[in-house]
């Protein structure tokens, strides 16, 4: 009987080397596609003096909620329509806070999140629109007496303000 090659290999050393080959092709992926992710995650901790790993998932911002929910529905948006709806809801956020440090009436309310609308107008005709509304939703229950329904928040980006 004809001895093989792989009768001289251990199961130990097989599942090291298919251990070791799966540490580096999962790296490499990381490295390759998750590069910009990786960088912030590692820079926001420094930076913020904090642990990134605690942030609240309410204030998520709509890039890092749609990475969640599946890049491939964005791929036929621009880049720049992507940046665009990033930037906006930071400006929600920042809408939203500032709207209940003030104590600042629905109306108020409404007419701020317009005047914010009306500076993105390819998110308007985007399929990120939904996505902003949503958000825009999730922000204003935080706040009794901003609450929005969906339907509202759609037609802030309607309305001029009043």
Known sequence: MKKTMFANVSWGSYLTV??????VWYLVVLLKFYRGDLKEFFSSGKRNG??????STGSRSLLQRKTHTGLSSSFS????TLDDAEELSVRILQAVKESAEKNLFKEQFQNYLRMVLEEYPYVKISSLREDVNNLIVSESEKHPQFSLTFAE??????ETIS
Do not use: H, M, T
């Open 153 to 158: 928040a759609d037609q802030l980006w309607e």
């Open 50 to 55: 904090s642990d990134p790993l605690k942030k």
């Open 18 to 23: 298919i251990g070791v080959i799966l540490i």
């Open 77 to 80: 948006e621009s880049f720049d």
